[in-house]
Each structure stands twice: as structure tokens, then as C-alpha cells.
């Protein structure tokens, strides 16, 4: 019977430093920004070495290094005692090597050094950039951004089978190691569904833009307001973008929002509302008083936090912030408003003729007097949904009030009417 140590001399391998363990201190020992692991040209596609979740070494034979080396392991036990070739067994081996990988790529990712293991190794000479690879939600395995829409459907953890919309954003999130409150609620309805670009991204690295979402969230739940709390997470986002790009030791927005960096704050408002010097006005207005209050809103945020931490720290730095804030930043909010009064006095008000009103409403009858006989005849969908338009734009002309009014109506609510007790 092999001992465990010779066991240990044939399945480890092979990264620079040969003989201690795969330590995450070597990642800093690379010096090449960060790219995707592949097969060296002569080499063998089953030499991939994968690492081990428990001990962190890079291993080439896993289960034999988890069978003799981490046997006391809840799940090895378990994985051990299934019968061999069972699929169970296999799939609690893949399990524990892609959660070892993912755990070392994680780390390669957080110091941008070294490598990171995907699934399967590019067969590739050229430099691939780790960027390119993204891990998947279910097994964690790193997976092409192009391939993981593939996998993530048929990924052998993915029991239910469940349909993801945006894959890349779920898997960011999962990098991001942001835990949500009690439910997935804002996950889904708000974070999911923005748009993924550079902006998105800040906003989901960024632990304070979360939290302030998912609090507005908290007191907003209705789903019009989803735009809202989205729009007010990637304007700060924005903000934070700038703000890093003038000043480059800035690492998140709480490190932002600190009286010192109070300037970096001023000129990214300046560059974001486009702010022209010789007139002294802002080209979008209504912007920097909108970063302003989300400013405000954000420092409450920050305190309540160092409230709730016991950090008197950051309580001391948010409230000086705070202050700072309320004392200054009416100089740029004056300059904002008196841009936005300006544009809105040199706007022309055009009112509707009454005869174009007149001609929209009988156009609108007609188109509904046609689309019901329409369905009555047909009874097909797209003389329900021409129908269904022209009701609405008949309601919205009757009603002449909020357009959100009438969007807002859900087939709930004449139930709850008294309108019912006409009848
Ligand atoms: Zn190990
Ligand atoms: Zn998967």
C-alpha cells in the first residue's frame, strides 16, 4: 500500500517553486499582468493540474491527493465511501476540484498576479487575458464569457435548469462575495436587470453603492421605482469612475467620501454635468444637484453603518462629511439650479392646437371601433394588442393627467374599487 507521502511526491506539481505548497503568497511572485492558464505547446490536455480546495497546492491526480491526504473532510468522507464509477462520486469530485480552482483563481483576481485555471485550458499560444473568463454561478468553474451562456444551461449543477438573462452580471456578482440582505429580491429585480457595462460593474464592486441600493430598495419596492434606485447606483458609479481617474490611490467610494478628497469630488461633478468655466454653467444640469443628494444619501448610509459596527472612525469621517457637504455644496447646487432655470425660461412652451387634439381623438376611436371588430371576427393577438394601444392612448387623452397614472393601473385594481358596488 502506497503511504501518503509518496502519494504526495507523484500528484503534486510543477508551478515555479517546485517543493513547498502552492501558497497564495506565490501569486505575487509572477510579474505578467493576469492571463488565462493553457496547454504549453507538446504538452498533454489530461496534465492539467487543479487545486486543491482544503490545502490550496496545485495537484495533478485530485482524487487520489483528496483520497489519502484530506481524508478526514466531511465531503471526501462522503465521496469515499460511494461505490467507484458512481456518477455521485464524480460529480463530488468535479465539485471539490472546481471549487479548489475557484478559490485560487479568486485570490489571483483580488492581487491581479499569476493565473487563473479555467475549466478547460485554451489550447493557445497567445496571451488571453483573465478578463475574457468569467466562473459559473452553479459549479463555479471558470468558463469563456462566450461558452458560459452555453454551460450555464446544462452546467450539472444547475438542477433545476433555470434560464439565467444576464449570466455575466449573476457571475460578477458572485466574485464580488456581496451578500444580499434576507432575500434575492434586489438581486433580481434591481441588479440583474442593469445594463453590464464598465458602470454596472463599478456599481457591483463597490460595497457602499450596494448597500445604499438595497436600502433605497428596502423603502421602494415598487416596481417603478426599479429605474429609479438603478439610475441613482450608476450616477454614483460614474461619479467613482471619474473620481479614480483623477485620483488614482482612490480605492472604493467609501475611501471617497472622506472632507479631504472634497475638491476630487467637485472637479469629477464638473467633468459629469459638463461644466464650462468662462460661462459658469452646467451642459446637464440637473446633475449635480442629483449627485449631491445621492452624496448625502450615501454619507447616512456610511454612518449608519459605523453605527452599527461600533467603528467611531467612520462615524467621525461621515459626519464631518456630512457637514462638509451641507455647508459647501450649495455653492455648485446654486450654479446647477440657476443653468436649470436658464434652459427652462429659453425653452418654448408649444401647446397642442385644438384641432390636432381633435383629430388624435377621432383617429383613436376609429382605430379602436376597427381592432374590436377585428378581434370579434378574428379573435387573433395582434388585433388584441392594436386594441389594447389604442384603449390605453383613449384613456391617457380622457384622463389628461400623469401618464405614470394609467401605466400604473394593474388588473388588480378594480377589485379593491368601489366602483364594484355601482352595479
Ligand atoms: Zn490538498
Ligand atoms: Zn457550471
Redesign the pocket.
Known amino acids: 500500500m502506497e503511504s501518503s507521502s509518496s502519494v504526495k511526491d507523484t500528484s503534486e506539481v510543477i508551478m515555479p517553486n517546485t517543493d513547498n505548497s502552492m501558497s497564495t503568497d506565490e501569486i505575487d511572485s509572477y510579474n505578467d499582468p493576469l492571463f488565462v492558464s493553457n496547454i504549453p505547446n507538446g504538452a498533454y490536455k489530461w496534465n492539467k493540474q487543479n487545486f486543491?480546495k482544503?490545502?490550496k497546492?496545485g495537484?495533478i491526480k485530485m482524487s487520489r491527493?483528496?483520497k489519502h491526504?484530506?481524508k478526514d473532510e466531511d465531503d471526501v468522507r462522503k465521496m469515499n465511501a460511494l461505490p467507484r464509477k458512481s456518477e455521485e462520486k464524480r460529480q463530488i469530485q468535479e465539485q471539490l476540484r472546481r471549487e479548489g480552482n475557484y478559490k485560487y483563481n479568486k485570490e489571483s483576481l483580488r492581487r491581479n498576479k499569476g493565473f487563473i485555471m479555467p475549466q478547460t485550458r485554451p489550447r493557445n499560444k497567445k496571451h488571453i487575458e483573465a478578463k475574457s473568463y468569467l466562473p459559473c454561478v452553479y459549479c463555479k468553474g471558470f468558463f469563456g464569457k462566450k461558452y458560459l451562456y452555453k454551460h450555464h444551461e446544462r452546467c450539472f449543477m444547475n438542477i433545476s435548469r433555470r434560464k439565467t438573462k444576464k449570466v455575466a452580471l449573476e457571475s460578477q456578482l458572485l466574485l464580488e462575495n456581496y451578500s444580499f440582505g434576507t432575500s434575492d429580491s434586489f438581486k433580481n429585480n434591481i441588479v440583474l436587470e442593469m445594463t453590464n457595462d464598465e458602470i454596472t460593474q463599478t456599481a457591483i464592486g463597490d460595497f457602499l453603492i450596494m448597500k445604499f441600493g438595497e436600502s433605497i430598495y428596502s423603502k421602494l419596492k415598487k416596481q417603478h421605482n426599479a429605474n429609479y434606485i438603478r439610475q441613482r447606483m450608476r450616477q454614483t458609479a460614474r461619479l467613482l469612475i471619474i473620481a479614480k481617474s483623477i485620483d488614482d490611490e482612490l480605492e472604493d467610494l467609501e475611501d471617497l467620501l472622506q472632507p479631504k478628497n472634497y475638491d476630487t469630488i467637485i472637479k469629477s461633478v464638473k467633468i459629469l454635468g459638463d461644466y464650462n468655466e468662462s460661462s459658469g454653467e452646467y451642459g446637464i444640469s440637473a446633475l449635480p444637484l442629483k449627485i449631491g443628494h445621492n452624496l448625502r444619501k450615501f454619507a447616512s448610509v456610511l454612518q449608519t453603518l459605523g453605527i452599527m459596527t461600533s467603528n467611531t472612525n467612520t462615524i467621525q469621517k461621515s459626519r464631518h462629511f456630512l457637514d462638509l457637504m451641507n455647508s459647501e455644496y450649495i455653492v455648485v447646487a446654486s450654479q446647477a439650479l440657476t443653468s436649470l432655470n436658464h434652459k427652462k425660461f429659453n425653452k418654448p412652451k408649444y401647446l397642442p392646437v385644438t384641432e390636432d387634439v381633435k383629430k388624435l381623438t377621432v383617429y383613436v376611436q376609429r382605430q379602436m371601433s376597427t381592432y374590436s371588430e377585428a378581434l370579434k371576427n378574428k379573435g387573433d393577438s395582434d388585433s388584441y394588442i392594436k386594441l389594447a394601444q389604442a384603449t390605453l392612448v383613449a384613456l391617457l387623452l380622457f384622463n389628461r393627467r400623469r401618464t405614470g397614472e394609467i401605466q400604473r393601473i394593474t388588473r388588480r385594481f378594480p377589485q379593491g374599487n368601489k366602483c364594484q358596488n355601482i352595479h
Open positions: 486543491c482544503f490545502c497546492k495537484v491527493h483528496l491526504v484530506h
